[in-house]
């Protein structure tokens, strides 16, 4: 019996101890020293329950069960809902800092009902086997306009015929406007976003014209939970704002709306990831913002009134009481993840839609499809990229993103390496002492 390839062991933070978690087995332990040591040698002196914990493994037996669970994940993935992005413009009344559709160029085509009419006629023809959901995004949906309102009431009506739930990603900003026209379907989410407390959110996110943007999307948040219509508040995180965080959750706190039953969050790491942006030192690796939310929350523990990150598999672990399933892939492109825009392309993903070189086909005014493209990323995950083959940390990490991985290595099955062991000795250390 050998050491499992799967095992990550890594020490603590600010402990002496060590853990140890198999994603293949659904084993995690805290360790101590002896044990640790006994794992760097390969010299062990009790071996039954490291074997039964799948901790020591035989390689065939080992080869038996990753095969097993990664066609269990298979299966499982294809009864998944997919969920379906819907741009209908790229038009945007913000001037957010840190936007990286900043360069995109938008088309000069206009929405039509036909348009929507043919998105809808495609999802029933192609993906009528699938559970799925439509999320509105942009650009930003929300815009002010008899044009605009109509055309996402149109959206928003054709969905409900069909009994498909709808989501939106929208600033927040003209989120009052819509409320009557949001009533009208069947609402899984709105995500708003907000990057702080108003001083600092405005410094970071307001309108073309400068003008400050914070009250506005806050009362839009009163309306939605006023309204029982679910909402994801995100928070993009960098070097400039991190220290709000605080403020922020104080504030969701003080408006009731972390007791709301309709409200949860996520925090989003601002990066690169189609351009550079030209204030770059501000952003964060991701395990430099894992780091310092760590800290952060130990000085402030009522941020995880607000938000609990994940800190990979750690925040799973702690509520569920158990690991989740391994993860073979971590990239829902072409999966249970598609998205389309008004000029009638298709896209692999909601990273690569509005990139022109990243269609797949179209589903207007005719049906095409690049079946060589869509296989590439149909067929992206750890065992088809060749970096994690031997990687212990693969079933924690997926793969990563294909979309960062193709814009950084110019290829699709390539690695998007995520620190996940990292991440693990800082999540674990944080929850269990909760």
Not at 14 to 38: C, H, M, P, T, W
Not at 81 to 99: D, H, I, K, L, R
Not at 198 to 224: W, Y
Request: negative net charge; aromatic residues 12%; charged residues 25%.
């Amino acid at each position: 019996m050998l050491p499992s390839k799967h095992n990550i062991i890594s020490g603590l933070n600010d402990s002496e101890d060590y853990f140890i978690v198999n994603l293949l087995s659904g084993n995690a332990d805290i360790i101590g020293q002896r044990k640790y040591e006994e794992f760097q040698s390969g010299n062990f002196t009790d071996t039954d329950e490291l074997i039964e914990k799948g901790y020591l493994s035989d390689y065939e037996h080992e080869k038996h069960i990753y095969t097993k669970k990664y066609l269990d994940f298979i299966d499982n993935r294809e009864s998944d809902e997919v969920q379906v992005f819907f741009v209908p413009w790229y038009s945007c009344n913000f001037a957010c800092s840190y936007c990286y559709q900043d360069e995109y160029q938008s088309p000069p085509s206009q929405i039509t009902t036909d348009i929507i009419d043919a998105f809808f006629i495609y999802l029933g023809e192609k993906l009528a086997d699938k559970r799925k959901y439509i999320t509105i995004f942009g650009g930003e949906p929300l815009l002010t306009g008899g044009l605009h309102k109509e055309i996402i009431r149109y959206l928003i009506s054709e969905a409900t015929l069909r009994k498909i739930d709808i989501a939106l990603v929208t600033n927040g900003y003209n989120t009052l406007n819509y409320i009557d026209i949001l009533k009208l379907g069947q609402i899984r989410e709105v995500q708003v976003t907000l990057d702080g407390t108003a001083e600092v959110h405005n410094k970071r996110r307001f309108l073309r014209d400068k003008s400050a943007t914070f009250q506005q999307i806050s009362d839009g948040v009163d309306a939605l939970l006023a309204n029982h219509i679910p909402v994801n508040l995100r928070m993009v995180i960098d070097r400039e704002n991190i220290e709000n965080l605080p403020g922020l959750a104080r504030y969701a706190r003080d408006k009731g709306w972390t007791s709301s039953a309709y409200f949860k969050t996520q925090l989003g790491r601002n990066y690169e990831l189609h351009h550079c942006q030209k204030a770059n030192m501000k952003l964060y690796s991701r395990l430099e913002l894992y780091k310092d939310l760590y800290g952060l929350i130990k000085k402030y523990p009522e941020i995880l009134d607000f938000h609990k990150p994940a800190f990979s598999i750690s925040k799973f672990l702690f509520e569920h009481g158990e690991l989740p399933d391994p993860l073979f892939d971590a990239c829902p492109a072409c999966k249970t993840e598609w998205a389309f825009d008004y000029t009638g392309a298709i896209y692999p993903c909601t990273a690569t839609v509005g990139k022109s070189e990243e269609r797949l086909g179209t589903y207007y005014p005719s049906i095409s499809m690049d079946n060589k493209k869509v296989c590439d990323w149909e067929e992206r995950d750890v065992l088809s990229i060749k970096e994690c083959a031997n990687c212990s940390l693969q079933l924690a990490c997926g793969g990563g993103c294909g979309s960062v991985a193709k814009n950084q290595h110019g290829y699709v099955q390539a690695p998007d390496c995520r620190p996940a062991k990292d991440l693990m000795r800082l999540g674990i250390s944080l929850y269990q002492n909760l």
